[in-house]
Every structure is written in structure tokens, then in C-alpha cells.
């Protein structure tokens, strides 16, 4: 769904779609799309701004994505509000230095005469994922000695940790 600066001149434009698995393009072959994303919301030109786009909604998707611990198929739900603000590149392409409050520091930047939502609804999910996922609280990993997955299977490799004052003489 494309949001054009001529229709939001006239009035506030509501969404309500759903995407089918594989419809947006993650830029990480790891990240897949479990399921419909579905979101609804409005989209609209601010008053008194140059072209400012505010796009609020809620949105709902589950991804799946390797554990960062064991590498298996983690699950991650994102089931959130969300109220974004876009104006267009050429105000932040200048040229010249300016200042930017609290809230321009949040906001994001468009091209041409109008705004993607699949677009959109890529950069939020990709800032709404964890720093790190994991399949499950308690995973335990990979064995940094022999790669087997201790949630499936106990080794008995033991990490001695090496004494660093040795070190120079394992080159000799």
C-alpha cells in the first residue's frame, strides 16, 4: 500500500492489511515471516509541517529466526503499537549542519512523493527484535569444544581456560 502526498492532502488514509509470508523482504535471508502480518491503522499529512507523514497503527507478526545459543528455529511475536513520523529526504539532505531536537532524532526520512507501508512495517519490526533470541530462557548452546547442542545431547568436553602468561611461548 502505497501512501501518496496528494491523497493525504485530502484527508487521513486507513489501513487495515494483511501481508502473506514472503511478501516483505527482511534483507537478512535468516529472518522469515511466520504467518500473516496483519496491521491496521491511519496515515496522515501533519499540520504545519513540510510534508510530514505520521503513521500510527498496531501491528501483528511472528518471526522465526536461528537461537542465538543453539542455532535451532527461535520464535519471536511482535504485537505492538506503533506511531511513526516521516519527512521527506530532501529537508535532511541540505547540505548545511542544523540541530536536531529529541523528537527528529526518532524520526525517519522518505523519497519522492509518497511512503511504502511494507516499507515501514520492515523498519519497525526490524527495531522492534531483541539484541539477542533465544528459543527458549534456558538454552544452554553449542559446545564451544565439539559443536553438539546441549539441549539435545550431553558431551563431556571440558574448557580448560588457558593461562595467558604461556601464551607466547605455544608459538615456539
Known amino acids: 500500500m502505497f501512501f501518496s502526498i496528494r491523497d493525504l492532502e485530502l484527508r487521513k488514509i486507513p489501513f487495515d492489511v ?20 496483519r496491521a491496521a ?7 504545519n509541517t513540510l510534508g510530514e507523514i505520521g503513521i500510527r497503527g498496531h501491528l501483528r ?19 505492538s503499537d ?9 529537508m535532511a539532505t541540505s547540505g548545511e549542519e542544523i540541530e536536531l531536537d ?30 539477542q533470541i533465544v528459543c527458549r530462557q534456558d538454552c544452554k548452546g553449542i559446545c564451544p569444544v565439539c559443536g553438539e547442542n546441549r539441549n539435545t545431547a550431553a558431551c563431556d568436553c571440558r574448557i580448560h581456560p588457558g593461562d595467558d602468561r604461556w601464551a607466547a611461548l605455544k608459538n615456539l
Request: proline fraction near 6%; aromatic fraction near 10%; charged fraction near 30%.
Open 82 to 90: 506503533f506511531d511513526l513520523n516521516y519527512s521527506p529526504a530532501e
Open 41 to 47: 491503522g491511519q496515515a496522515e499529512l501533519l499540520s
Open 61 to 79: 507478526v511472528v518471526i522465526d529466526t536461528p537461537c542465538d545459543r543453539c542455532l535451532e528455529s527461535a520464535s519471536f511475536t511482535i504485537d
Open 18 to 37: 494483511e501481508f502473506p509470508a514472503g511478501k516483505i523482504d527482511f534483507l537478512d535471508p535468516e529472518l522469515k515471516q511466520n504467518g500473516i502480518l
Open 102 to 131: 529529541e523528537d527528529e532524532a526518532e524520526m525517519g526520512f522518505y523519497e519522492g512523493d509518497g511512503l511504502d507501508l511494507a516499507e515501514v512495517l520492515r523498519e519497525f519490526i526490524l527495531l522492534q527484535l531483541p539484541m
